[in-house]
């Protein structure tokens, strides 16, 4: 997403597309990963800001950010979504053309410097939805676009397959899904696996909710799956998983362009500097009335 298209701007590579959207299959999670030098925070902020106000104001790429609560810190991840490798090009295009209306050639790239320098490293991986073992997961876009939306917090297991193994591996989700969807208090949980930049099997489970209590309480594993299930559970993800790291994260509004169909449904949070736009100009009205009457109470009788 952004790096693809900071690096294209860098090469001046500029074209116009139609803007990106929400598909009925939104077959691919576009994800941009960086880690940010503590005393450069403040910089790498105001630069994404000025990023997202760019594509937001000339209608150009659209994405979610989320920063770590409790993983590695400093990290961010921009995530944009794609129907198919197509869309890659077209967001890169229309992310360009965004940024260099709203600032100029010039200025673009000494930001696209600017921000390389905030940055301690930086990552992109493309991930394929897996719904196949993704549990309780939405039917349609319209809902998945609403539960994005009234999201708040996400957590995200990032589990390495054995090399070999991942047959076995699917086949572990797929009964937990089948199981989880027959209990009526399991929690829907989507899956990913990265396809491109990735360094062998990657497999992404990610639970959303739309504040930190909605964790407590959940159905375990165990709970879902009954003791023999658990046991067999445990002895094949033993044997197939290689290692596993979880991270809590949660949503960026001030740092997100994302697809309309998510922004409606919580304007108020996903469009912040929106509602302070449309509140400004009262608020100047109000104060430059304010003086003017104060000032004509404070004139000297003549």
């Known amino acids: 997403m952004l790096r693809k298209a900071l690096w294209a701007l860098a090469a001046a590579v500029v074209c116009l597309a139609a803007p990106v959207s929400m598909r009925a299959q939104m077959e691919y999670l576009d994800v941009y990963s960086v880690k940010v030098k503590p005393e450069k925070t403040a910089e790498f902020n105001a630069l994404a800001r000025k990023f997202t106000e760019a594509n937001r104001k000339f209608n150009g790429d659209r994405w979610l950010a989320t920063e770590t609560i409790?993983?590695?810190?400093?990290?961010?991840?921009f995530v944009g979504y794609r129907q198919d490798y197509a869309d890659i090009d077209k967001s890169t295009e229309v992310f360009m053309s965004a940024l260099q209306k709203a600032y100029g050639k010039d200025a673009a790239e000494?930001?696209?410097?600017?921000?390389?320098?905030?940055l301690v490293s930086s990552r992109s991986e493309l991930r394929r939805r897996r719904m196949d073992l993704s549990r309780k997961a939405p039917s349609d876009a319209a809902a998945l676009a609403k539960m994005i939306g009234e999201s708040r917090v996400l957590r995200t297991t990032t589990v390495h397959v054995r090399p070999g193994r991942v047959p076995e591996f699917e086949a572990m989700l797929k009964e937990v899904k089948e199981a989880g969807e027959k209990n009526p208090n399991a929690q829907p949980v989507l899956v990913s696996q990265a396809v491109e930049?990735?360094?062998?099997?990657?497999?992404?489970?990610?639970?959303?909710?739309s504040s930190m209590g909605g964790f407590d309480k959940n159905l375990t594993t165990k709970?879902?799956?009954?003791d023999e299930g658990y046991r067999k559970f445990q002895?094949?993800?033993?044997?197939?998983?290689?290692?596993?790291?979880?991270?809590?994260?949660?949503?960026?509004?001030?740092?997100?362009?994302?697809?309309?169909?998510i922004a409606q449904v919580a304007a108020d949070f996903w469009?912040?500097?929106?509602?302070?736009?449309?509140?400004?100009?009262?608020?100047?009205?109000?104060?430059?009335?304010?003086?003017?009457?104060?000032?004509?109470?404070?004139?000297?009788?003549?």
């Open 70 to 77: 409790y993983g590695e810190g400093g990290t961010f991840n």
């Open 110 to 118: 000494k930001m696209i410097h600017d921000w390389d320098n905030c």
């Open 197 to 209: 930049g990735n360094k062998g099997a990657t497999f992404y489970i990610t639970s959303l909710r």
């Open 223 to 226: 709970e879902i799956l009954g």
């Open 235 to 261: 002895q094949v993800n033993g044997e197939t998983v290689e290692s596993a790291e979880s991270a809590l994260s949660h949503f960026s509004p001030e740092l997100s362009n994302p697809p309309e169909e």
């Open 271 to 302: 469009r912040p500097k929106q509602v302070v736009a449309a509140a400004a100009p009262k608020t100047k009205a109000a104060g430059a009335k304010a003086a003017e009457v104060k000032a004509t109470a404070e004139k000297p009788p003549q």
